[in-house]
């Protein structure tokens, strides 16, 4: 839809128009998803050139070069070269229980500054690096950015977004990490080409490039109206940015349920133990089951790895970077269909298609791995091709569900009493599973070997029933009346407020 076309939310309750101010504000802060997009493109891409194994991981180059004795599915299983890659999501989920305090208290703009910030000075070391330890060391510092950006980012979106589009806007958020992801893999596979081997340090030091752009855009950011309304109760400002970023001068009833929802919030000193409360059972599940379920798609690891991967079944390097970069583009591709048709078909629709799409890619890759490659065969260039086709719908499945989804579904479920919290608990989890699985997934190649996408195709059937059965939908309905659903649903109806508790409740905090 067009900037400028008017849009109001199911039932009438907000007037909003798509405008150009919005459209800037947002696509300005989903940067912040491009630095991690960028991080998990580029982290596989030099793990697979020769030139950088050969200077920080000298074993595996060896055992890639020339032994023959051990299994394609063994040779890049080192645990410091997977910490190499993993360590940056230990700084994360620290960074993101000081974000969530950040966000709460300074606003969703200061905590997308300090991630900018600090991805800029990680980017520095890591292209500077001359030993492991100071690798490591820059990853740390742009572990704390990703923790940052990942914590304020899709809270900015949602706030940010009218009811209506608010999927396409928060879709943007996993837009942009396909975006980078793609962006590094075309880095890798120009760096990978330079004369004298130093092309790594390309890779890894223009990941200051996104994290410049985020940082001196959000100068230039407003803050959110919730956010503003919160921090300082200056409600005639938040009616200024309110209006600008709707379009329209009648904003009076959003502004109601902005500033009912802020006084609730402020009566609520301590979010990480008030979101334990029964009533928040809903929330508090979602904020740890959709992030666990996201990392078990498997694809994070496989982003990781796809260079990797491609060279276990006999790509060389060249090609190996070309095939990522292929897988990225459709990645992007599946992200922009689903910002599109999201806010339309509803969340639980592209959930059940993307989630047998994986499921039928991940069997068939499986067995032709199992079938076709063995510990220490190679694959024909037809099934070469064939595994990148199936890696490709594979990565569309999950860009039509589960990557836009998991970050849009939390982001605007949470009341904002807990939302810093829930988004917080939401993060760490995410990277906790972040970090398992790239600290696990080549220990679990080698021994698993094709089994590993039985494995994750396993927990695909699992999460799809759990959408099914407990998950709502959520289309058009405003975020700051996103309590209804919960009220209404067979199960979580057990354990929130019934209308009238509930609203006395409120009465009570106001």
Same mark, same amino acid.
């Given at each position: 839809?067009?900037?400028?076309?008017?849009?109001?939310?199911?039932?009438?309750?907000?007037?909003?128009?798509?405008?150009?101010?919005?459209?800037?504000?947002?696509?300005?802060?989903?940067?912040?998803?491009?630095?991690?997009?960028?991080?998990?493109?580029?982290?596989?891409?030099?793990?697979?050139?020769?030139?950088?194994?050969?200077?920080?991981?000298?074993?595996?180059?060896?055992?890639?070069?020339?032994?023959?004795?051990?299994?394609?599915?063994?040779?890049?299983?080192?645990?410091?070269?997977?910490?190499?890659?993993?360590?940056?999501?230990?700084?994360?989920?620290?960074?993101?229980?000081?974000?969530?305090?950040?966000?709460?208290?300074? &606003?969703?703009?200061?905590? /997308?500054? @300090?991630?900018? +910030? $600090?991805?800029?000075?990680?980017?520095?070391?890591? %292209? *500077?690096?001359?030993?492991?330890?100071?690798?490591?060391?820059?990853?740390?510092?742009?572990?704390?950015?990703?923790?940052?950006?990942?914590?304020?980012?899709?809270?900015?979106?949602?706030?940010?977004?009218?009811?209506?589009?608010?999927?396409?806007?928060?879709?943007?958020?996993?837009?942009?990490?396909?975006?980078?992801?793609?962006?590094?893999?075309?880095?890798?596979?120009?760096?990978?080409?330079?004369?004298? &081997?130093?092309?790594?340090? /390309?890779? @890894?030091?223009? +990941? $200051?490039?996104?994290?410049?752009?985020?940082?001196? %855009? *959000?100068?230039?950011?407003?803050?959110?109206?919730?956010?503003?309304?919160?921090?300082?109760?200056?409600?005639?400002?938040?009616?200024?940015?309110?209006?600008?970023?709707?379009?329209?001068?009648?904003?009076?009833?959003?502004?109601?349920?902005?500033?009912?929802?802020?006084?609730?919030?402020?009566?609520?000193?301590?979010?990480?133990?008030?979101?334990?409360?029964?009533?928040?059972?809903?929330?508090?599940?979602?904020?740890?089951?959709?992030?666990?379920?996201?990392?078990?798609?498997?694809?994070?690891?496989?982003?990781?790895?796809?260079?990797?991967?491609?060279?276990?079944?006999?790509?060389?390097?060249?090609?190996?970077?070309?095939?990522?970069?292929?897988?990225?583009?459709?990645?992007?591709?599946?992200?922009?269909?689903?910002?599109?048709?999201?806010?339309?078909?509803?969340?639980?629709?592209?959930?059940?298609?993307?989630?047998?799409?994986?499921?039928?890619?991940?069997?068939?890759?499986?067995?032709?791995?199992?079938?076709?490659?063995?510990?220490?065969?190679?694959?024909?260039?037809?099934?070469?091709?064939?595994?990148?086709?199936?890696?490709?719908?594979?990565?569309?499945?999950?860009?039509?569900?589960?990557?836009?989804?998991?970050?849009?579904?939390?982001?605007?479920?949470?009341?904002?009493?807990?939302?810093?919290?829930?988004?917080?608990?939401?993060?760490?989890?995410?990277?906790?599973?972040?970090?398992?699985?790239?600290?696990?997934?080549?220990?679990?190649?080698?021994?698993?070997?094709?089994?590993?996408?039985?494995?994750?195709?396993?927990?695909?059937?699992?999460?799809?029933?759990?959408?099914?059965?407990?998950?709502?939908?959520?289309?058009?309905?405003?975020?700051?009346?996103?309590?209804?659903?919960?009220?209404?649903?067979?199960?979580?109806?057990?354990?929130?407020?019934?209308?009238?508790?509930?609203?006395?409740?409120?009465?009570?905090?106001?």
């Amino acid at each position: 839809m067009a900037p400028g076309m008017a849009t109001r939310s199911e039932g009438g309750h907000y007037n909003a128009r798509i405008t150009w101010f919005v459209v800037l504000s947002c696509a300005v802060a989903a940067t912040g998803a491009l630095i991690f997009g960028y991080d998990l493109g580029i982290s596989g891409g030099v793990t697979s050139m020769d030139h950088f194994l050969k200077k920080f991981f000298p074993e595996v180059f060896k055992k890639m070069k020339e032994d023959k004795t051990t299994s394609n599915y063994c040779k890049f299983d080192s645990q410091l070269l997977t910490f190499f890659t993993s360590s940056l999501y230990i700084a994360a989920l620290v960074a993101s229980f000081f974000a969530s305090q950040v966000t709460r208290a300074f &606003g969703r703009k200061s905590s /997308i500054l @300090l991630g900018g +910030a $600090a991805f800029i000075i990680g980017s520095a070391i890591g %292209g *500077a690096a001359y030993n492991v330890v100071m690798l490591i060391f820059g990853r740390i510092f742009l572990g704390v950015g990703i923790g940052f950006a990942n914590q304020s980012v899709p809270l900015y979106l949602a706030e940010m977004a009218p009811p209506k589009k608010r999927g396409a806007f928060t879709s943007g958020f996993n837009f942009c990490v396909g975006i980078g992801i793609l962006i590094a893999n075309l880095i890798n596979y120009g760096a990978a080409k330079i004369r004298g &081997g130093w092309g790594w340090r /390309i890779s @890894l030091a223009m +990941a $200051a490039a996104p994290a410049s752009i985020l940082t001196l %855009g *959000a100068l230039f950011l407003p803050d959110t109206p919730n956010s503003i309304i919160q921090h300082g109760k200056n409600y005639e400002k938040a009616k200024r940015v309110l209006q600008q970023i709707r379009g329209v001068d009648d904003v009076q009833i959003e502004l109601d349920d902005l500033i009912q929802a802020s006084d609730i919030a402020k009566a609520i000193k301590h979010p990480f133990k008030d979101i334990r409360k029964r009533r928040y059972r809903p929330q508090l599940v979602m904020s740890m089951a959709i992030p666990f379920f996201q990392q078990l798609t498997g694809i994070n690891t496989i982003t990781f790895y796809a260079p990797v991967l491609f060279r276990t079944i006999g790509r060389g390097e060249s090609a190996s970077l070309l095939s990522a970069i292929v897988v990225g583009v459709v990645g992007s591709s599946a992200v922009i269909l689903t910002s599109l048709i999201v806010d339309k078909v509803g969340r639980k629709v592209l959930f059940f298609v993307g989630g047998a799409v994986m499921l039928v890619c991940q069997l068939i890759i499986g067995g032709i791995m199992a079938v076709k490659l063995g510990d220490h065969g190679q694959l024909s260039t037809t099934y070469a091709y064939l595994v990148l086709i199936l890696v490709c719908m594979y990565v569309a499945g999950f860009g039509l569900s589960w990557g836009p989804l998991g970050w849009l579904i939390p982001s605007e479920i949470f009341p904002l009493e807990i939302r810093s919290a829930a988004q917080g608990i939401r993060v760490a989890v995410d990277f906790v599973f972040i970090f398992l699985g790239a600290q696990t997934f080549l220990a679990m190649l080698c021994h698993l070997k094709a089994g590993i996408f039985f494995f994750f195709g396993g927990w695909v059937t699992v999460m799809t029933a759990f959408v099914y059965l407990l998950l709502p939908e959520t289309k058009n309905v405003p975020i700051e009346r996103m309590e209804k659903i919960w009220r209404e649903h067979w199960f979580w109806k057990r354990f929130v407020l019934n209308d009238e508790d509930y609203n006395g409740n409120k009465a009570e905090t106001t």
